[in-house]
């Protein structure tokens, strides 16, 4: 049960989730997904054995009390097809059946990304201080701490156990997870590399939900500021779409950069696999708290060196200096002297990129990440 897959968007989460999904099916179990409803209007479909149900009247992305209720229908529908064992919940994703799971004895698994609280800090960094928006500014912060107490709260409580993305989510776990808490980072496929190309422009990837707390901005704005020499020698990908995509476009042409920057939009597979090929360079200037960002481990597993926030759990992945490199949430300046200490020197631009692949071998696989969360909901099942 989630709030969002890929057919609704791209981004980290769906993909997670997803790729779960897979392995699931891939190990020999059914797998039934029910998320929100879609604009276009799909209601179900099945990818690659995964049954995928769109509950075609609540708010595509939004978790709300029409969800709740629509969960409860959809549930009790498919127990009495076919017995559910384990519902697996993205975050608060299951809290409308919670009564219902307990009543039926069927248990709850849940991961965590983030959560409401720690939302809260990524709102601040990127709201308008607009006179026009200053109610959002409580108003917002207040619906926040309504959803933890009402929603993230109680579906945590009933979980038999919690598994969260990044041990950096931890110290906000406290409350209803004693004994229950597993660390299960991302995983993802390791790519086969082919050698990266050494002529120029050296080539930069940002990729991601296109929204003002990923800040790209931030990244634009860097390059705006490097010497003239060193802009000739950068060309900056940007993949994804999202609502900031026409303020980037207008930050880029009133910066002059439009030489330096492409806007690729929403890729295939095999596309963003060419455009992560060619790279050398990952740019993620986020301010939001972000788990554990796949496009972290996916730029680090192709060989990249990642220039990435002091934020969230970032640096449970990225050792500063030693397999990337982590600079303060929306420092201009400070992305602005990384980038050029990694133009100036090949050497240690290389260095970076070869250590960041051999902490993605060793750690972050996705069979990895099937096979450890595939444990947890066995045993919640025994």
Known sequence: ?????????????????????????????????????????????????????????????????????????????????????VIHSQSMGANGVLKWADRNSV????????????????????????????????????????????MDLPVRRASQHITLVSPTL?????????????????????????????KMPIEIISIGRIEREKGIHHGINAIAKLSTDLQQKIHLNIVGQGPYLKDLKALVTKRKLSENVTFHGRLTDEELFDVYQKSRIHLMPTTRQEGLPL?????????????????????????????????????????????????ESPDELNKLANVARETIEQSYSRERMVDDTLEVLLSAVE
């Open 170 to 198: 931890k110290p906000n776990m406290k409350l209803f997870a004693k004994h229950k808490v597993t660390t299960i980072p991302n995983g993802i496929e390791i790519p086969v590399l082919n050698d990266k190309p050494t």
């Open 107 to 150: 248990p709850i698994v849940s991961t965590w990304h983030g959560t409401s609280l720690t939302e809260i800090p990524t709102f601040f960094s990127s709201a308008s201080w607009s006179p026009r928006y200053w109610h959002w500014l409580l108003i917002i912060p207040t619906r926040m701490l309504r959803q933890y107490f009402l």
């Open 295 to 343: 496009t972290i481990l996916e730029g680090m597993s192709f060989g990249l060196a990642t220039i990435a926030s002091d934020i969230g759990g970032i640096p449970s992945v990225i050792t500063n200096n030693v397999d990337g490199v982590l600079v303060k949430p929306g420092n201009v300046q400070d992305l602005c002297d990384s980038l050029t200490a990694l133009l």
């Open 1 to 85: 049960m989630t709030r969002i897959v890929l057919g609704h968007s791209l981004g980290g989460m769906q993909k997670q989730t997803m790729d779960l999904c897979y392995g699931f099916v891939n190990a020999g179990h059914k797998v039934t997904l029910i998320t929100t409803g879609r604009k276009d209007g799909v209601t179900q479909e099945s990818d690659n054995g995964i049954d995928i149900r769109y509950l075609a009247k609540s708010k595509p992305g939004y978790y709300s009390r029409k969800w709740n209720s629509l969960c409860k229908k959809a549930v009790a529908k498919l127990h009495s097809e076919s017995p559910i064992d």
